[in-house]
């Protein structure tokens, strides 16, 4: 196993961070010195340094790291604050000047939660920061939002080079020129990018980020199958919910009922679709149409009417549809666990794989059970149900993210 060291400037930083390793499988300790960190097993220092000043925190890590022996650890990883409060430039040299890496990879972005880095600007929901409430902390104001101004400060005997936005989106990431790299990255997939560009340098690296820095990391170092979600519900609640994974980068194959019923499309190629986006990797929600938006729901309803289906019938044809899609999707590719929106969607799967029950784990928010499959060819499948309308609106996207988690 490979063993990670991440170094963190407040202890909320430091959690957020380490739990990544956890989510993989990876036992990880938080420790407040570094006089208890050893040659085994992965690490997270907290220095307790982001409101002190610039120089004293530049000392004090300095004297953390001075005694660790990086030869250790697979991967050393300087945590830094995604609204970039804090002393992250000259904390970084300090890191640096012990560590001694060939190339220090600077990358804050955190797409998850709106924190994206586009032409060297750091935004929070769509604002500079420096045009956020953030000026006005109290104790850690933000004063510069430009990241590759922000380091520059600090290596003033080095040049900092940037990576753009256009060059990561064409994957023509070029490390050469210096050894100190900011880089843009609006979403996880342009931080996959730049890591995998990283990994084929196989430089000795020194990681300067946030927790979604290293959870990419992980996801490129440590393959996870994708989750897959099968959503069949109506209720606006869960609509709003497929909408919001959407948003954070989960793939949706969108299931027209309409079309299938009256024969213009065939599930094979709906169920292909979905399987290339699994094998790509990607978290994927199978839909029908008519959860994604009212005109959808009118086009299926109108349909049924065509065909002579009443309500009952089209929701048994829904269903049947549905869960022949998922059998073929299952046939084809690997996945780490499964969600299911609605009662009847749950037990049509059941009944079509044999299932004699299953097992519950916990309770990932309040009403949203986790389980285990008992007696079938899937024994074992986590899966996760939830019922139409339950849930907040992250709650699909927080699903298949449970669904990725490595048991212990």
């Given at each position: 196993?490979?063993?990670?060291?991440?170094?963190?400037?407040?202890?909320?930083g430091?959690?957020?961070?380490?739990?990544?390793?956890?989510?993989?499988?990876?036992?990880?300790s938080?420790?407040?010195?570094?006089?208890?960190?050893?040659?085994?097993?992965?690490?997270?220092?907290?220095?307790?340094?982001?409101?002190?000043?610039?120089?004293?925190?530049?000392?004090?890590?300095?004297?953390?790291?001075?005694?660790?022996?990086?030869?250790?650890?697979?991967?050393?990883?300087?945590?830094?604050?995604?609204?970039?409060?804090?002393n992250?430039?000259?904390?970084?040299?300090?890191?640096?000047?012990?560590?001694?890496?060939?190339l220090?990879?600077?990358?804050?972005?955190?797409?998850?939660?709106?924190?994206?880095?586009?032409?060297?600007?750091?935004?929070?929901?769509?604002?500079?920061?420096?045009?956020?409430?953030?000026?006005?902390d109290?104790?850690?104001?933000?004063?510069?939002?430009?990241?590759?101004?922000?380091?520059?400060?600090?290596?003033?005997?080095?040049?900092?080079?940037?990576?753009?936005?256009?060059?990561?989106?064409?994957?023509?990431?070029?490390?050469?020129?210096?050894?100190?790299?900011?880089?843009?990255?609006?979403?996880?997939?342009?931080?996959?990018?730049?890591?995998?560009?990283?990994?084929?340098?196989?430089?000795?690296?020194?990681?300067?980020g946030?927790a979604?820095?290293?959870?990419?990391?992980?996801?490129?170092?440590?393959?996870?199958?994708?989750?897959?979600?099968?959503?069949?519900?109506?209720?606006?609640?869960?609509?709003?919910?497929?909408?919001?994974?959407?948003?954070?980068?989960?793939?949706?194959?969108?299931?027209?009922?309409?079309?299938?019923?009256?024969?213009?499309?065939?599930?094979?190629?709906?169920?292909?679709?979905?399987?290339?986006?699994?094998?790509?990797?990607?978290?994927?929600?199978?839909?029908?149409?008519?959860?994604?938006s009212?005109?959808?729901?009118?086009?299926?309803?109108?349909?049924a009417?065509?065909?002579?289906?009443?309500?009952?019938?089209?929701?048994?044809?829904?269903?049947?549809?549905?869960?022949?899609?998922?059998?073929?999707?299952?046939?084809?590719?690997?996945?780490?666990?499964?969600?299911?929106?609605?009662?009847?969607?749950?037990?049509?799967?059941?009944?079509?794989?044999g299932?004699?029950?299953?097992?519950?784990?916990?309770?990932?928010?309040?009403?949203?059970p986790?389980?285990?499959?008992?007696?079938?060819?899937?024994?074992?499948?986590?899966?996760?149900?939830?019922?139409?309308?339950?849930?907040?609106?992250?709650?699909?996207?927080?699903?298949?993210?449970?669904l990725?988690?490595?048991?212990?």
């Amino acid at each position: 196993m490979e063993n990670y060291l991440i170094i963190a400037d407040d202890f909320t930083g430091a959690n957020d961070t380490g739990v990544q390793l956890c989510r993989r499988g990876i036992p990880v300790s938080v420790v407040f010195s570094s006089a208890l960190i050893t040659s085994e097993g992965s690490w997270v220092l907290d220095t307790e340094s982001r409101g002190i000043p610039a120089e004293a925190a530049y000392g004090k890590l300095e004297a953390e790291v001075k005694n660790i022996d990086f030869g250790s650890f697979t991967h050393v990883i300087k945590k830094i604050d995604s609204t970039l409060r804090g002393n992250a430039g000259l904390e970084t040299k300090a890191l640096d000047h012990t560590f001694r890496a060939e190339l220090v990879i600077i990358a804050p972005a955190l797409p998850d939660l709106g924190r994206a880095t586009v032409d060297r600007i750091q935004y929070l929901n769509g604002k500079p920061l420096t045009q956020t409430e953030l000026i006005r902390d109290p104790k850690t104001p933000v004063k510069e939002d430009n990241i590759k101004k922000l380091f520059a400060v600090s290596f003033l005997e080095e040049h900092v080079f940037h990576i753009g936005i256009d060059a990561i989106h064409t994957s023509r990431i070029n490390f050469e020129g210096s050894r100190i790299f900011t880089c843009d990255a609006e979403t996880n997939e342009d931080l996959q990018k730049i890591i995998s560009a990283v990994f084929a340098t196989k430089k000795r690296v020194l990681w300067v980020g946030t927790a979604a820095l290293v959870d990419n990391l992980l996801s490129i170092k440590q393959l996870i199958p994708p989750a897959l979600a099968m959503v069949a519900s109506i209720s606006s609640v869960t609509r709003h919910q497929v909408q919001y994974a959407e948003r954070q980068g989960v793939s949706l194959v969108k299931v027209a009922l309409y079309d299938i019923l009256e024969q213009h499309v065939c599930i094979e190629a709906i169920a292909a679709k979905a399987v290339s986006f699994l094998h790509k990797g990607r978290d994927t929600i199978v839909l029908s149409s008519s959860t994604y938006s009212v005109e959808e729901y009118e086009k299926a309803e109108a349909a049924a009417k065509r065909a002579g289906f009443s309500k009952e019938q089209m929701s048994a044809f829904t269903q049947q549809t549905m869960g022949c899609l998922l059998m073929l999707i299952l046939k084809e590719v690997m996945i780490s666990g499964l969600f299911l929106a609605g009662g009847d969607t749950a037990m049509a799967f059941f009944e079509k794989t044999g299932s004699k029950g299953s097992s519950i784990v916990t309770e990932i928010a309040i009403g949203i059970p986790l389980m285990r499959l008992r007696g079938s060819v899937y024994e074992g499948l986590k899966v996760v149900t939830k019922a139409g309308a339950f849930g907040n609106e992250d709650a699909i996207f927080y699903a298949l993210r449970k669904l990725r988690e490595v048991d212990t």
